[in-house]
């Protein structure tokens, strides 16, 4: 008995010592999750577009903003938290210049919580909950205006060997210019009344610098199905010379009762692609073409076809489209982050899929010039900010009559990140 009672008293007066250090350790790993493996981000941009009509009007809007974003490190490398603020506002913005997608309809500012996530990890496997980012594919940010689009999802990420995957329930989406999340069927264009999320999945293996390939499918019910898939293969023939081979098929289709246009409605859409990359120049040529039953539809993201350009995607109704193009990066001649591409792209052929009457042969040019303030000369503060020009000409032609749109784009970005003290 009294042996047994001393037990009792050594084994409470460990624990009593023993609590503190418990208590530290605990202090230890909330500081960590919270502040030192934690990263605050601002990112600052500024977005001038200015666009030409054939006839009035134009649209033009020089909108500020940015994000501001905190993501804290793991918990006990399990848990980890975000949230991402956004806002774009007026700098110059006439109210009959409406259209750029810049700001909301009426050339109004917002603000919006675009991300507030919780994310849970187990070694590769990771399952994040709520407002986040999604690029997969189809569903994308397609971050080319003020705010890039964002979704509310719960969805599981990881690695399975060489295969990455993603899969899950896409609940709503904020578009580039929403302050507000909307349903995936009413962002299809679904008739008001008619609410659904989506089922999506995706798959990717491998890298650019050998052999990538990539599967996509999303499910929105009684709305719209889309699978996507693409392979690209690189060859290295050389010293610093290299060809580039790629192809993509995207099928898609109304499913269910067909609430989106009250009728059942497929299209497809396949496309070609090589790259000749010689050092710090590179040429390529381009071949796409869109099923003749309907345009391709892409509600959730940027058009990811080979012919998307500044001003047209070219995946209208049985549209077919070339596309000559060239890039170099001036490294090469000592202007470490100065890049210039310019492309043409030719498409014709495009229909009405309700009527069969024949749509405008369209030619666009694209310039893009981009600048990281990257060289040695410059101090480390000012080495974030990235400068970019965009230049579009879109003729159209119908029936010998020729109509023109241009395009300017000035954008800034400079974004600073603020780590833990312990980073």
Same mark, same amino acid.
């Given at each position: 008995m ?11 007066v ?8 418990l208590?530290?350790?605990?202090? #230890?790993?909330? $500081? ?7 990263? %605050?981000?601002?990112?600052v ?8 009509n054939?006839q009035?009007?134009?649209? *033009?809007a020089?909108?500020?903003? =940015?994000?501001?974003g ?5 918990l ?6 975000g949230a991402?603020?956004y806002? &774009? !506002?007026?700098l110059?913005a ?6 750029t997608?810049?700001?909301k ?9 675009g ?10 496997q990771?399952f ?5 980012l999604? +690029?997969e ?15 509310e999802?719960? *969805?599981?990420?990881?690695k ?7 899969? =899950?329930?896409? *609940?709503?989406? $904020?578009?580039?210019?929403? &302050? /507000?999340?909307?349903n ?5 264009? %679904? ?5 659904? =999320? ?17 599967a996509s ?8 199905t889309?699978?996507?898939?693409d ?9 610093e010379f290299k060809?580039?081979? @790629? ?7 109304s499913?269910?009762?067909?609430l ?5 409605f &497929? /299209? ?5 692609? #090589? +790259?000749?990359v010689?050092?710090?120049? =590179?040429?390529? %040529? /381009?071949?796409?073409?869109?099923g ?5 539809r /892409?509600?959730y993201?940027q ?5 998307a !350009?500044?001003?047209r995607?070219? +995946?209208?109704?049985n ?7 060239? %890039?170099?990066n ?7 982050g ?5 492309s043409g792209?030719? @498409? ?5 899929s ?7 042969d ?5 310039l893009?010039?981009?600048y ?6 410059f101090?480390?503060?000012? $080495?974030p900010?990235?400068l970019?020009?965009? #230049? *579009?000409?879109?003729d159209q ?13 000035l954008?800034?970005n400079y974004?600073?990140?603020f ?5």
């Amino acid at each position: 008995m009294r042996f047994s009672l001393a037990v009792a008293l050594s084994a409470l007066v460990q624990s009593a010592f023993a609590l503190p250090a418990l208590a530290q350790d605990v202090g #230890a790993e909330l $500081k960590r999750f919270v502040h030192d493996d934690a990263v %605050a981000t601002i990112h600052v941009r500024s977005y001038f577009l200015d666009r030409t009509n054939p006839q009035p009007p134009n649209n *033009a809007a020089w909108a500020g903003g =940015g994000w501001v974003g905190y993501e804290s490190g793991w918990l006990l490398n399990t848990l980890q938290i975000g949230a991402v603020g956004y806002t &774009s !506002q007026p700098l110059w913005a006439p109210p009959g210049t409406d259209g750029t997608l810049l700001l909301k309809p009426g050339q109004y500012g917002f603000f919006v919580l675009g991300q507030a996530y919780g994310s849970l990890k187990a070694g590769e496997q990771m399952f994040t909950g709520y407002r986040q980012l999604i +690029d997969e594919l189809e569903v994308n940010p397609h971050d080319n205006r003020m705010v890039p689009n964002t979704f509310e999802a719960y *969805a599981l990420r990881g690695k399975l060997g060489e295969v990455r995957y993603f899969t =899950g329930y896409v *609940a709503s989406m $904020k578009p580039r210019d929403y &302050s /507000t999340f909307i349903n995936m069927a009413e962002r299809a264009g %679904a008739p008001n009344n008619v609410t659904s =999320g989506m089922w999506l999945g995706s798959v990717k293996y491998g890298s650019l610098d050998d052999l990538r390939l990539r599967a996509s499918t999303y499910h929105v019910p009684d709305i719209l199905t889309s699978s996507y898939g693409d392979a690209v293969w690189t060859i290295p023939m050389f010293k610093e010379f290299k060809v580039q081979v @790629g192809s993509n098929v995207m099928v898609q289709g109304s499913n269910g009762l067909n609430l989106l246009t009250g009728n059942a409605f &497929s /299209t497809w859409s396949a496309g070609g692609k #090589a +790259d000749i990359v010689w050092g710090s120049a =590179g040429l390529s %040529a /381009t071949y796409t073409q869109t099923g003749s039953a309907a345009a391709y539809r /892409t509600p959730y993201g940027q058009w990811i076809g080979y012919t998307a !350009q500044i001003i047209r995607d070219f +995946d209208r109704a049985n549209e077919r489209a070339f596309q000559v193009g060239a %890039a170099y990066n001036f490294t090469g001649l000592n202007l470490p982050g100065l890049f210039f591409a310019a492309s043409g792209t030719f @498409g014709s052929g495009a229909i009405n899929s309700t009527t069969g009457a024949r749509l405008s042969d369209n030619t666009e040019y694209d310039l893009d010039l981009l600048y990281q303030f990257r060289a040695n000369i410059f101090p480390d503060w000012l $080495k974030p900010l990235q400068l970019r020009a965009r #230049a *579009a000409y879109l003729d159209q032609t119908l029936n010998g009559a020729t109509t023109t749109i241009t395009e300017y784009r000035l954008i800034m970005n400079y974004e600073v990140k603020f780590p833990g003290f312990s980073r």
